[in-house]
Antibody
Framework: EVLLQQSGPELVKPGASVKIPCKAS????????MDWVKQSHGKSLEWIGD????????IYNQKFKGKATLTVDKSSSTAYMELRSLTSEDTAVYYC????????????WGQGSTLTVSS | DIQMTQSPASLSASVGETVTITCRAS??????LTWFQQKQGKSPQLLVY???TLAEGVPSRFSGSGSGTQFSLKINSLQPEDFGTYYC?????????FGGGTKLEIK
C-alpha cells in the first residue's frame, strides 16, 4: 500500500523557518517524483514544486522560489520541504503528492501538514 | 502560466441526479487534465487523469471528457458520499495549476 506520511501541526513564529517531512512507503521511492502543494484555509490548491529523488533535481513554481526548498533523503525514503522567512501568508496546509512520471499526474497524496505562523 | 477556470463554483443536487462540472484551460493542454475530489479536512483524491481515464477504485458513475481547452466531469446517479469539493488541474508542463474548485452539496 502506497503511503505518504506527513508530520503533525506546527506553530512557528514569523521570520522563522520550518522543514516539513513526507515519508514514503509501499513503493520504490526513486521511481516517482514528489510534488508539494499549498492550500490556504478555505481556498484552492497551489503547486509549489517538484523533486526527482534520483538526482535531487527540482522545478519550482516561480511564486515559491526563495520561499520553499525541496530535498530528499533516499536512505529513509523521505522528501522534505523547507519554508523560510515565514509570514502569516504561509499559514496553510501543505501536502506532498506522488507524481506519476509517464503523464505527471498526482496519484497519491499525504494527509497534509498544517502550518500556523503566529507570534 | 496556464489558468484553469472551473464552473460552477458551487452546486446543490439531490441523490440520484446527474451533475456536470466544467473546467476551461487558458490554452491548449491536450488531454493533460486531472480531476480530484476533496472532502473537508482530508487530502485530495485522484478521480480522473488524462482527461478521461478513471483512477483505480473510482466508481463508474464518474466520467471525464474533453480535450484542448474544454473539459468536464460528470457524475451520474449522485450518491450521498459524493459531496465535497472537486478540483481540476492540468499536468501539461509547469506550473501545474489548479482550478478554483466546485463545492458540491447534496440536497
Amino acid at each position: 500500500e502506497v503511503l505518504l506520511q506527513q508530520s503533525g501541526p506546527e506553530l512557528v513564529k514569523p521570520g522563522a523557518s520550518v522543514k516539513i517531512p513526507c515519508k514514503a512507503s509501499g513503493y520504490t521511492f526513486t521511481d516517482y517524483n514528489m510534488d508539494w502543494v499549498k492550500q490556504s484555509h478555505g481556498k484552492s490548491l497551489e503547486w509549489i514544486g517538484d523533486i526527482n529523488p534520483n538526482d535531487g533535481g527540482t522545478i519550482y513554481n516561480q511564486k515559491f522560489k526563495g520561499k520553499a526548498t525541496l530535498t530528499v533523503d533516499k536512505s529513509s525514503s523521505t522528501a522534505y520541504m523547507e519554508l523560510r522567512s515565514l509570514t502569516s501568508e504561509d499559514t496553510a496546509v501543505y501536502y506532498c503528492a506522488r507524481n506519476e512520471l509517464d503523464f505527471y499526474y498526482f496519484d497519491y497524496w499525504g494527509q497534509g501538514s498544517t502550518l500556523t505562523v503566529s507570534s | 502560466d496556464i489558468q484553469m477556470t472551473q464552473s460552477p463554483a458551487s452546486l446543490s443536487a439531490s441523490v440520484g441526479e446527474t451533475v456536470t462540472i466544467t473546467c476551461r484551460a487558458s490554452e491548449n493542454i491536450y488531454s493533460y487534465l486531472t480531476w480530484f475530489q476533496q472532502k473537508q479536512g482530508k487530502s485530495p483524491q485522484l478521480l480522473v487523469y488524462n482527461a478521461k481515464t478513471l483512477a483505480e477504485g473510482v466508481p463508474s458513475r464518474f466520467s471525464g471528457s474533453g480535450s484542448g481547452t474544454q473539459f468536464s466531469l460528470k457524475i451520474n446517479s449522485l450518491q450521498p458520499e459524493d459531496f465535497g469539493t472537486y478540483y481540476c488541474q492540468h499536468h501539461y508542463g509547469t506550473p501545474r495549476t489548479f482550478g478554483g474548485g466546485t463545492k458540491l452539496e447534496i440536497k
